[in-house]
């Protein structure tokens, strides 16, 4: 009796999941600018992931090209209020977390705490043989690509919270891991970083990880894990409440629609994501030409097949805009901005971050302002070719996570009393 009311009640919940993406969905299709996903246990007690779940989890593959009949990237229309001549704005300050934020987690979670430094410790020989690769394949560039050939947009890479000293600090600890299923029950990961503190408790990624094009399904089931490291979690888990995600980007769009927004519940300890992390600002209309650092699970971060994607990669380097279909036919414009990197699937909705300020004791700068959409692509007679070692994301505008923070009420974090 008591096995039969449990399959009741998972077939009662899958249908209530079902019935929220289908309306959100509806209301897509009756003109609104948004889809929300919205978490029927946000209420319940969250369950936790299995390291097996952690472990086999596969990098969600980054979006194709969705061409149109002349074999270039459909182009759909976005609203006036795009932001070619706007000003950069910032919408949302960084915050820092709290100052007795990692000694709390330490007695939260100990044994996450006690394996950090062996996690560490085990692969620092494998550092050697990676970095020495890289080198040799920076003496190589093809011209075929012309300014789009990678080597003329250079950029600096290393391991980010594969360290201890950047795993639990400030605001290396505020990305994560982004965890989730697919139709098929499959465990997925993007990268993923938290935007603001309690009450919204956002955090931003690529609108990939939420809808998934072949497809055209809805992953579920979405978790984040900050300065998640080759299975450690010092933080803990933090289950979604609402998922966003533009409508645009549902019915086929670009990179510049890219963009998602996830809330999320309090960990089982029930303290909220800010808490432990801290957060990045957001920073819109930025020009399209800035020093940047990315921050994203890329899966060629290993020689090793197990350990690929198992801790953050950082990139620096400079920003761009392109537009010539003579050289590179398809999508770029107005909101697509790309910069040289060499990250790989896993790095989805990592966060290019302007006025990084890392080891500092005020949260100052470290604004988001894209995330990771894939690798540039360009279309022509249905065939899709990639400039190697050159990225594209949503440049950070009024016409793509502008939309979601408003739908969203805003992307703000209240001052202490009361004030914004």
């Known amino acids: 009796m008591q096995k039969r009311f449990c399959n009741v009640v998972r077939v009662a919940i899958a249908l209530t999941i079902f019935l929220t993406i289908l309306i959100g969905t509806r209301a897509a299709s009756q003109g609104q600018q948004t889809v929300v996903i919205v978490n029927p246990e946000a209420n319940g007690q969250p369950q936790s992931l299995s390291p097996e779940n952690i472990r086999n989890a596969t990098p969600v593959p980054f979006p194709t090209l969705q061409p149109s009949e002349t074999g270039l990237q459909q182009v759909l229309p976005v609203p006036e209020s795009t932001s070619d ?24 979670f100990p044994h996450q705490w006690t394996n950090q430094g062996q996690a560490n410790a085990e692969r620092v020989s494998e550092a050697d043989g990676i970095f020495a690769n890289a080198a040799v394949q920076a003496e190589e560039c093809a011209p075929s690509w ?20 950047l795993q639990t600090q400030y605001p290396w600890k505020a990305v994560g891991k ?22 919204k408790n956002l955090i931003a990624t690529a609108g990939h990880c939420v809808y998934y094009f072949d497809k055209k399904v809805y992953y579920k089931d979405w978790t984040f894990i900050p300065a998640a490291m080759n299975g450690n979690e010092p933080y803990g888990e933090f289950k979604f409440k609402t998922v966003r995600v533009l409508t645009r980007w549902i019915d086929g769009g670009n990179s510049r629609d890219d963009v998602a927004l996830i809330s999320l519940q309090n960990n089982s300890k029930g303290e909220p994501v800010g808490f432990y992390t801290g957060w990045l600002g957001v920073q819109l209309n930025l020009p399209y030409t ?43 414009g107005e909101d697509a901005v790309f910069i040289g990197s060499d990250f790989a699937p896993g790095s989805s909705g990592g966060a290019w971050i302007s006025q990084l300020q890392p080891f500092q004791p005020s949260a100052a700068g470290n604004y988001v302002v894209s ?3 894939g690798p540039l692509q360009c279309s022509q007679g249905g065939v899709v070719t ?35």
């Open 371 to 373: 995330v990771v959409s």
């Open 386 to 420: 990639s400039p190697s070692g050159i990225i594209e994301g949503a440049r950070f505008s009024d016409a793509n996570i502008g939309i979601l923070c408003k739908a969203e009420g805003g992307c703000v974090t209240p001052l202490p009393g009361g004030q914004n």
């Open 290 to 332: 800035q020093n940047l650092t990315l921050m994203g699970y890329s899966t060629n971060n290993s020689t090793n097949d197990d350990l690929k994607g198992k801790w953050t990669t950082v990139n620096h380097g400079q920003s761009f805009f392109f537009e010539d279909d003579t050289i590179c036919p398809g999508f770029s």
């Open 178 to 199: 982004l965890m989730f299923r697919d139709d098929e029950d499959d465990w997925h990961f993007c990268t993923a970083q938290v935007i603001t503190g309690p009450p």
């Open 146 to 165: 012309g300014p789009l050939d990678w080597c003329q947009h250079p950029r600096t890479s290393y391991w980010g919270n594969y360290w201890k000293s």
């Open 85 to 108: 001549n706007q000003s950069p704005v910032v919408i949302s300050e960084s915050g820092l977390p709290d100052p007795d934020a990692n000694r709390a987690a330490a007695t939260a």
